[in-house]
């Protein structure tokens, strides 16, 4: 059974994405101690890209400024060697395809497993290439974690019924960054996937305060956040670590309450 679903087994979960070396990799990995103290069940970890198509400027800065900090594939393996001591949540990359085909996508993927990564989310791979990486990710126990975005249509039910790990849920058109109102008709999406999958599906981009992540977590099995923590880590850079505690706790406490009521 994927170690991903234990994100999901005691009520909605709260994702927190960081990107590695923003500011640096000891700030990242104190970062992910706050979040994972202050209730995040899963942690998504971007892998810096030079051309991150998906992302908004928040994210995009994030990673520019990890790459000028030289922020290397290999120190971000260790990284997580460094985390897995003692964070005990589901993590998964986020990257791009081009950074798994340098690194070399067999070597990259048997990496992630010895080093204690559940998944990988690679946002732009098309649903209908993903047999590119699929063998590799089967052979050494890491999920290939599908998007679902509004322009899926007719190819929600095919995407939820060969999902692994949990479903993204993209929650608007366009690209990462917070957002003051998500108008997609979510609910309609959310209720094809529970017909063909009971994969959990979690949603993502736009989500910036306790309201909206409870909103999304009452559609879904939870919220995914990244601008708003990579906003923070901008603002107070090394000393960002426990001001993400405290937003994550927010967030936490805003799922809950959309739980209970």
């Known amino acids: 059974m994927s170690k991903i679903a234990n994100a999901f087994d005691h ?8 990107t590695c070396g923003d500011p640096d990799l000891e700030t990242t990995a104190a970062a992910v101690r706050a979040a994972v103290e202050n209730g995040a069940d899963l ?6 890209f030079s051309d991150p198509t ?3 400027p928040v994210i995009q800065g994030a990673n520019l400024r990890a790459l000028r900090g030289g922020v290397t ?18 993590m998964v990359f986020m990257t791009y395809c081009n950074v798994v085909f340098s690194y070399g996508a067999e070597r990259f993927l048997r990496s992630c497993s010895e080093t204690g990564i559940d998944g990988l989310i690679l946002p732009d ?7 590119e990486f699929l063998p590799f990710c089967r052979e050494v126990g890491v999920d290939l974690i599908s998007l679902i975005a509004p322009t899926s249509e007719n190819r929600i039910a095919r ?3 060969e999902a692994e790990g949990f479903l993204y849920i993209v929650s608007s058109l366009g690209v990462t960054g917070t957002r003051s109102e998500i108008t997609t008709d979510l609910g309609a999406i959310v209720s094809v996937v529970r017909r063909h999958t009971d994969i959990p ?3 993502g981009f736009g989500i910036s305060t306790p309201e909206q992540a409870g909103k999304m977590a009452a559609l879904s099995d939870g919220a995914i956040v990244g601008s708003a923590i990579i906003k923070i880590l901008e603002k107070y850079g090394k000393a960002a670590p426990p001001e993400i505690g405290r937003y994550v706790r927010s967030m936490k406490d805003g799922i809950r309450k959309a739980e209970s009521a």
Do not use: Q, W
């Open 11 to 18: 009520g909605k979960a709260f994702i927190a994405f960081l």
């Open 43 to 48: 942690i998504e970890l971007g892998i810096p």
């Open 54 to 56: 998906a992302e908004g």
């Open 73 to 90: 594939t290999d120190r971000i393996f260790d990284l997580v060697r460094d985390l897995r001591r003692d964070v005990k949540v589901p």
């Open 125 to 131: 791979l098309p649903y209908e290439e993903k047999d």
């Open 159 to 161: 995407i939820a019924a």
């Open 201 to 203: 599906c979690a949603i």
